[in-house]
């Protein structure tokens, strides 16, 4: 059911990683949560969190905190995770192959259930029970099977034309795992993963954190040489 209240962005891109924790709470056998607990397992502060359950229109209750089982239903739902999400994923190099491989998908409501590749000697090729199909016959399975999100694991120089080729297809929401912007029109969402970029930025912390303790190592070296 589509709600008229708005959610804002930045707190939808919070509510799967609420969503992990409660998950991981509930296989413990927590029971309830308190907004400070999830708050230190998703990584903000506990005003955040009651603020964005707050648009799910979840409140807790006070000394007690949230429900565990009802919170992740209600994100689910939130999320559109109740429903069976068919996915199509281009490009089915070692990447391509990885993802198709990984059970966490239908875990959280997602179902690989298409493989294409522009390679024809690729084509008939089987990765687990699917077979690999031609990047032109993506309009005949997004209509067959339903697809709703095409995840592209080509090559950069590849990833545009097969964008163009899933929005024609039908497909209005795109996972892009290639290392280059896509331009698509609207009405169709796009998140992009760049794997590299993210390996920068953690560079960058670990640049940061060598620097520090090198600073603290001069500092202590400084601090035990005699006195003269």
Known sequence: MVRDRSIPEATVTRLPVYLRA????????AGTVSS???????????AKVRKDLSHLGSYG???VGYDVAYLIHQIRRELGLTQD?????????????????????????FRVAALVDADVARVGERVGDLEIRHVEDLPALVEELDV????????ANAAQVVADQLVEA?????L???????????????????????????????????????????GRAVADMPAR
Do not use: C, H
């Open 148 to 155: 709703a999100i095409g995840v592209i694991a080509t090559p």
């Open 22 to 29: 409660l998950v991981d709470l509930a296989e413990a056998s």
């Open 170 to 174: 039908g497909v209005r929401s795109v």
């Open 61 to 63: 209750t006070r000394g």
């Open 176 to 218: 892009n795992f290639a290392p280059v912007m896509i331009t698509v029109p609207p009405g169709v969402s796009v998140r992009k993963v760049d794997l590299a970029v993210e390996l920068q930025i953690l560079a960058f912390y670990e640049q940061r954190k060598a620097t520090l303790a090198d600073v603290k190592r001069r």
């Open 85 to 109: 999400w068919a996915i199509v994923i281009a490009g089915i190099g070692n990447l391509g192959q990885a993802l198709a491989n990984y059970d966490g998908f239908a875990e959280r409501g």
């Open 36 to 46: 400070d607990e999830l708050a230190e397992a998703a990584g903000v502060n506990s």
